[in-house]
């Protein structure tokens, strides 16, 4: 185990124990702000890759595709990933990138001596934000797979080095490009839900074989599913109905309470999988098998996030936004506005889809086919350069990593607290008052 490693660990089982005490919102912003105003545009995006594994490969195929970037510098633990990474970049008809694969903290050489604009980390949970915080200190933007953070001081940390630095820090959640959750947030935006007052997301998704498994997440992610009771992975659910709720442009989350239930599923899989004494057998799992979470904003608005990854169950991240004039519910993905349609039944949102596709995916939807997760993965990935290369604000900062990332300890210490109520910290210090609403562009022309 690292020292990273151990510190997290010894904070996360000590959850218990553990008190948030921080300073209530000042009405006025005191502390400087991470980047939002216009950067200088940066005409071609050199991208330093950590991590590239099932997810980090996925990207890099798509920054081969993407205008305007090149992958300069890869590292990983693993060489023969940096090699199939750099077979890639060159096969593509790009310049053979520097290659950093002397360990678990190369990731720091690459980010003091790389040619770099942008560092991208697709590494397991433990390592985004000792990736981040290298490549910010160095001057680099940062980008991050989900979650960007795993303890709340941790989510400090990268707002005050993006603060410091004046460095972007996004936490790249693809779902919130996705085709419906793009048409929802259009739906939302053009008001044709009303006032937007419940929202519910989740991560709903049978990983058993993936956390068993003797490479990729297998190596990594079950380790969490012993140390962790809670919501650790909040984010694919809560990302797009808090661009509905304009979290953080407007609203903020307040408080949560959350709640788990046993601890079955891994245990059963093992049993069901692995022989007499194979170790794997008596492991030990506290993550509660189904974590139910709620969130109140400060403007009174409700939010339901769920977890359940260890459970025989079809996929879904849930996707429902209620407002005073309509209802979206996903998975089928279908709407109800007053006053369209016939009363009181769903209309499915594919024979609406004409009218509510978000103007970005009506432009990208052919450059989009068939990379990762139904596109949306080349969506996020040519939106973060495209802001880049205009030096605008990027769609996510690190204010939304934060108050996303944080659910996953303050989840935890609700549901090792029975459940009690647990202050969502205001990283924006008072901004979300005053921060403009999201919009995602649709123009292609940069
Ligand atoms: N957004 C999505 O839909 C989605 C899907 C899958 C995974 N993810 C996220 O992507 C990240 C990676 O997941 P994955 O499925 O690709 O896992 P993976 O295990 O396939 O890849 C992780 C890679 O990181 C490398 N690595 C580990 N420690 C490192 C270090 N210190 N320095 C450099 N490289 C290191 C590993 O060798 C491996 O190649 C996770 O944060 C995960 O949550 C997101």
Known sequence: MTDLNRRDFLKMSGAAAVSINLPDAPTAPTAPQAPKAPQAPISLVRIGMVGIGLQGGSHLENFLKSPGCRVTAVCDIREERTTWAQQQITAAGHPSPAVFARGPRDFERLCETADLDLVFTATPWEWHVPVMLAAMKAGRHAATEVPAAMTVDDCWAIVESAEKHARHCVMMENCNYDRPEMAVLNIVQQGLLGEVLHAEGGYLHDLREIKFEKKDEGLWRRAWSRKLDGNPYPTHGLGPIANCLDINRGDRFDYLV????????LHDWAREHFPEGAPERSERFVLGDVNTSLIKTARGKTIVVQHCTNLP?????????????????????????????????????????????????????????????????????????????????????????????????????STTKRSRAVDVPDFTRGRWRT????????????
């Open 258 to 265: 959350s709640m788990s239930g046993p601890s079955r599923g």
């Open 313 to 413: 169950r079809p996929y879904s991240r849930i996707q429902t936004v209620q407002g005073t004039k309509g209802i979206y519910e996903g998975y089928p993905n279908r709407l109800y506005i007053e006053g369209r349609g016939t009363p009181h039944r769903w209309t499915d949102l594919a024979a609406v889809r004409d009218e509510f596709d978000h103007p970005l995916w009506k432009a990208i939807e052919k450059q989009a086919a068939g990379a990762g997760h139904g596109g949306m993965d080349y969506i996020e990935d040519y939106r973060l350069i495209q802001c880049l290369r205009e030096g605008t604000p990027t769609d996510m900062d690190v204010y939304d990593a934060a108050a996303l990332s944080a659910v996953v300890e303050l989840t935890m210490q």
């Open 435 to 446: 921060n403009p609403r999201l919009k995602i562009s649709g123009d292609l022309s940069a």
